[in-house]
């Protein structure tokens, strides 16, 4: 149990393209959903919390309108990023949480790596 | 904010050894959590463990919170456990998940 996929594992785009990255929970229904950005040899950092339903929440730092989050079901979540270029090449992780052991259990996708040319 | 700070940094294990990792938050905390970060960037979980001592298997894990502090015990190391650990606090209701550091294992066969 507890399953979560992302799709694509990895993208490569040019430079002022926009692409799309969705977050799955397989096997549970997730009321939350993380977004986080890790860099090489660096921790995760949060980008954004959403619920279904709602606005997501962004960190301190971190550009709307260019991260753009929609969380439309409870076991659905993507990550947009507009207009991207070659600073925003990192590795994307989702998280999902609200299922079984206890509702802050977060639980992981594998990644997404992006690189922008 | 809150701090989470781990130790060490790097450790290199040949294979069949033991090691603790260890894990220090600046604040009380609702939850925490250790993570292994395989080679492919996959984090699975390994513990939640607010308080108390879990096993499973070769890992277990203790949570001192009074203290504000975690340990992560590995036992008869594998070249397979080699990867980044990881372990996260979180604090208020809001379930979001603060992460430190990190501590990058390599066991060498």
């Known amino acids: 149990g507890a399953v979560v996929s992302q799709h694509p594992s990895w993208v490569i785009c040019k430079s002022g393209t926009s692409v799309k990255i969705e977050c799955r929970s397989l096997?549970?229904?997730?009321?939350?959903m993380f977004w986080y950005r890790q860099f090489p040899k660096q921790s995760l950092m949060l980008m954004a919390t959403s619920n279904e339903g709602s606005k997501a929440t962004y960190e301190q730092g971190v550009e709307k309108d260019k991260f753009l989050i929609n969380h439309a079901s409870l076991t659905l979540s993507t990550l947009t990023v507009t207009s991207a270029h070659p600073e925003d090449s990192s590795f994307y992780i989702c998280s999902a949480g609200g299922w079984a052991e206890a509702t802050d259990t977060q639980y992981f996708g594998p990644g997404t790596r992006l690189t922008v040319l | 904010g809150i701090q989470v700070e781990q130790s060490p940094p790097d450790l290199i294990l040949q294979e069949g050894a033991n090691s603790t990792l260890r894990c220090n938050f600046s604040d009380s905390v609702n939850n925490l959590q250790w993570f292994h970060q395989n080679p492919w960037g996959q984090l699975i979980n390994l513990f939640y463990i607010p308080s108390g001592t879990k096993q499973n298997g070769r890992l277990s894990a203790t949570t001192v919170a009074t203290e504000r502090y975690s340990l992560l015990y590995i036992s008869s190391s594998q070249t397979t456990d080699s990867g980044v650990y990881f372990c996260a606090v979180t604090y208020n209701q809001g379930g979001k998940l603060i992460f430190g550091q990190g501590t990058e294992l390599s066991v060498k066969p």
């Open positions: 096997d549970f229904q997730a009321t939350t």
